[in-house]
């Protein structure tokens, strides 16, 4: 079985058999349906335009959780470009030194954080070397709009992207900045570890997964943009007054390198330590005394019974 070794590599597995399945479900005062067809297509028209139309590309993204953002996020991992993901809820001042320290010339961002981006380019950047792309309609100079960069990647042909190599990227060049801090990362951590959180936690096939909290961390990523790939689910962009939390893969806690979630009816432990990730089921009649001897070797003791949680360094394959 050939393994998957990149971002591209899965989006193209995804496209490949899940082609004709809903990869996504808008459904914010209206539905709309978009298949895995159509969602590399955008995937890739977006990156054919980057590609095409920014230089020295060092591109930031505004925490969002919307489809736009993710086809945003996984095109320019495509293209191996410095992508930071910047966490809405940190202050003007940081996120514009977040900007500075990476040098970044290019901002994606929606209309919620609009006020909070034009002020950082009026006040503290070179505006000729920051470019301004607004997921939403109706902007003026200097704002890009996405719709109409996306739609120009749909028809260029000279800047294809389908000779890049797929090969293991081991340049930590994926950022997240957020109130924790930034941690850098590069795209086998994710991939890998959507790889093992899904088969440790029995993920089950065919199913939706619902989509309403801001995409600022290392485990909301895995879990609601580079899992769904692996395993063909239905992301449902929808309101929170509408949300079904019965099938859905629920990040109920985190910490810098840790998470608990819940999926179906049980809890886990994730852990990310840069190096492996670690998955292991929490029992509810687990008491406290023993939940205090849990070490960062990740050793549980566990219905009486220790057992310790082995590094696994396997790799996705498809």
Do not use: C, H, W
Request: charged share 30%; net charge positive.
């Amino acid at each position: 079985m050939k393994q998957i070794l990149t971002v591209k590599g899965l989006v193209d597995f995804a496209y490949n058999k899940y082609k004709s399945k809903n990869a996504a479900t808008i459904d914010k005062g209206y539905i709309k349906d978009i298949n895995y067809f159509n969602y590399r297509f955008d995937i890739y028209s977006l990156a054919r335009a980057i590609n095409s139309k920014i230089k020295n590309k060092r591109i930031a993204i505004i925490s969002e959780s919307r489809y736009e953002f993710f086809v945003t996020y996984l095109a320019n991992i495509m293209l191996r470009n410095t992508i930071i993901v910047i966490d809405s809820n940190l202050s003007q001042n940081s996120i514009t030194k977040i900007i500075k320290k990476y040098n970044i010339n290019t901002i994606f961002f929606s209309k919620t954080n609009k006020s909070k981006i034009l002020e950082i380019f009026k006040n503290n950047i070179k505006k000729k070397n920051l470019n301004l792309v607004n997921f939403d309609s109706n902007n003026k100079f200097p704002i890009i709009e996405y719709e109409k960069l996306i739609n120009l990647g749909r028809y260029i042909e000279d800047y294809s992207i389908d000779n890049i190599a797929d090969i293991e990227e081991k340049n930590k060049n994926i950022v997240i900045a957020n109130l924790e801090g930034i941690r850098e990362y590069n795209q086998q951590d994710f991939i890998i570890s959507a790889y093992i959180i899904g088969k440790k936690i029995k993920l089950k096939k065919k199913k939706s997964i619902q989509e309403n909290t801001n995409i600022n961390t290392f485990y909301k990523i895995v879990i609601k943009i580079i899992l769904p790939l692996l395993y063909g689910l239905n992301i449902r962009f929808i309101a929170e007054e509408n949300q079904n939390s019965n099938n859905n893969i629920e990040i109920i806690e985190e910490e810098k390198n840790k998470a608990i979630v819940y999926y179906r009816g049980n809890k886990y432990i994730i852990q990310n330590s840069n190096i492996d990730t670690y998955v292991v089921r929490i029992e509810d009649n687990l008491l406290k005394k023993e939940n205090k001897k849990e070490s960062p070797n990740f050793i549980l003791i566990r219905t009486n019974k220790r057992e310790k949680i082995r590094s696994n360094n396997k790799r996705a394959t498809i």
